[in-house]
């Protein structure tokens, strides 16, 4: 499954990429936010993985604000 993760803050993005960066089995990279979702910092992170459970619960550990968009 791939998608995105949208953040509200420059910063919370590249916390999140330091988080999820250490996950196995997740592909992580930061990219311009894609003009079909909105970000208020411009910045969102693309992910490939199997399962969205380890990436949501890295980021509610960290208390990132976040919202996750499937790509179809």
Same mark, same amino acid.
């Given at each position: 499954?791939?998608?995105?993760?949208l953040v509200y803050?420059?910063?919370?993005?590249?916390?999140? +990429?330091?988080?999820?960066? $250490? /996950? +196995?089995?997740?592909k992580i $990279? /930061?990219?311009p936010t894609p003009r079909e979702f909105s970000s208020d910092c411009g910045i969102a992170l693309w992910f490939e993985c199997k399962d969205l459970e380890p990436l949501s619960k890295a980021l509610n550990q960290s208390?990132?604000?976040?919202?996750?968009?499937?790509k179809t």
């Open positions: 499954m791939q998608g995105y993760i803050t420059t910063s919370s993005a590249f916390e999140s +990429e330091e988080i999820l960066k $250490k /996950l +196995e089995n997740v $990279k /930061l990219v208390k990132i604000e976040y919202e996750i968009k499937i």
